[in-house]
């Protein structure tokens, strides 16, 4: 996987994030991202957010971190 790659998946999960984020509490928050995550991403979109939140080179907002908890990663 592209280093490349990685960033512009980063960026979108961020961006939701950053979108979801204005006069919600951090629960809803990280449940909304997780749900638009889920629905509208392709399996092999979470898994490489799932890369990359195992990689040093990439920053997620802290909003996503915990919503990556919910979020269905293909095995």
């Known amino acids: 996987m592209s280093d490349e790659r990685l960033k512009y ?5 961020n961006q939701i994030a950053l979108n979801l984020l204005h006069g919600k509490e951090q629960q809803q ?4 991202i997780s749900h638009h995550i889920n629905r509208f991403w392709a ?9 990359a939140a195992n990689s040093d080179n990439h920053q997620l907002e802290a909003m996503v971190i915990l919503a990556l908890e919910k979020i269905n990663i293909p095995a």
Do not use: G, K, N
């Open 43 to 51: 399996p092999s979109m979470r898994t490489q957010l799932a890369q």
């Open 29 to 32: 928050c990280v449940v909304e």
């Open 9 to 13: 998946v980063v960026d979108m999960a």
